[in-house]
């Protein structure tokens, strides 16, 4: 396969404010598998923050899910691929953030059909410029890109993660926070959201 990366998303995501703000996924062909990158929507302005940080072929537990198939169907993405280890799956959409809100959260549910017991299963992310920052806090990682403007990037409390960021290298973690399976194979599943400052 080709190493090159492919210039034109492959499909993108995005989700707006009434204030025009918002967040966009975009998927592209690096190397061997789909890496995406996350970015701000102000003022019809669109500013890298993250991109996934991928793995290699050599990598039976990569950084970030191997995915190597991608469908897009309406306002969701699917997402499949594999490794000698386990089997992954993500799926990305926008999600109300209330009844009477707009559509301003990206939601990604990944999950890896395991094969046996595993190393660390995460999403992995850095920071894309020195002009993008991101420090932990309360509700998971905050992400900077000037004073004016916060993104969240989250872990949800409907399946048991963890968001961490490492300020030194800029790298962001999204992890399973399950316990160490004594059964295979089995699935091990998380979701993170990426969603705009409401304030």
Same mark, same amino acid.
């Given at each position: *396969?080709?190493?090159?990366?492919? =210039?034109?998303? %492959? %499909?993108?995501?995005?989700?707006?404010?009434?204030?025009? /703000?918002? @967040?966009? &996924?975009?998927?592209?062909?690096?190397?061997?598998?789909?890496?995406?990158?996350?970015?701000?929507?102000?003022?019809? !302005? #669109? &500013?890298?923050?993250?991109? $996934?940080?991928?793995?290699?072929?050599?990598?039976?537990?990569?950084? $970030?899910?191997?995915?190597?198939?991608?469908?897009?169907?309406?306002?969701?993405?699917?997402?499949?691929? #594999?490794?000698? %280890?386990?089997?992954?799956? *993500?799926?990305?959409?926008? &999600?109300?953030?209330?009844? /009477?809100?707009?559509?301003?959260?990206?939601?990604?549910?990944?999950?890896?059909?395991?094969?046996?017991?595993?190393?660390? =299963?995460?999403?992995?992310? !850095?920071?894309?410029?020195?002009? &993008?920052?991101?420090? !932990?806090?309360?509700?998971?990682? =905050?992400?900077?890109?000037?004073?004016?403007?916060? #993104?969240? =990037?989250?872990?949800? /409390?409907?399946?048991?993660?963890?968001?961490?960021?490492?300020?030194?290298? /800029?790298?962001?973690?999204?992890?399973?926070?399950?316990?160490?399976?004594?059964?295979?194979?089995?699935? @091990?599943?998380?979701?993170?959201?990426?969603?705009?400052?409401?304030?």
């Amino acid at each position: *396969m080709s190493e090159a990366t492919s =210039l034109a998303p %492959a %499909a993108s995501l995005e989700v707006l404010s009434p204030a025009k /703000q918002g @967040i966009r &996924v975009e998927f592209r062909w690096t190397g061997d598998r789909f890496s995406h990158t996350l970015l701000s929507l102000r003022d019809g !302005q #669109a &500013v890298p923050l993250f991109e $996934s940080v991928e793995g290699t072929s050599a990598d039976r537990f990569p950084p $970030s899910p191997t995915l190597v198939e991608l469908h897009q169907q309406d306002e969701a993405i699917f997402l499949t691929g #594999a490794t000698k %280890a386990g089997h992954w799956s *993500m799926s990305v959409e926008p &999600v109300n953030l209330s009844k /009477q809100s707009p559509s301003q959260f990206l939601l990604f549910d990944v999950a890896c059909r395991l094969r046996k017991q595993s190393e660390t =299963l995460r999403s992995k992310y !850095q920071s894309v410029s020195e002009s &993008v920052q991101c420090r !932990q806090s309360d509700q998971g990682v =905050l992400v900077h890109c000037d004073p004016e403007y916060t #993104a969240f =990037l989250a872990a949800t /409390q409907q399946v048991d993660c963890q968001a961490v960021c490492d300020s030194n290298s /800029q790298k962001t973690t999204i992890s399973p926070t399950c316990e160490r399976q004594t059964v295979f194979p089995t699935t @091990i599943r998380w979701r993170y959201g990426v969603f705009i400052n409401p304030a």
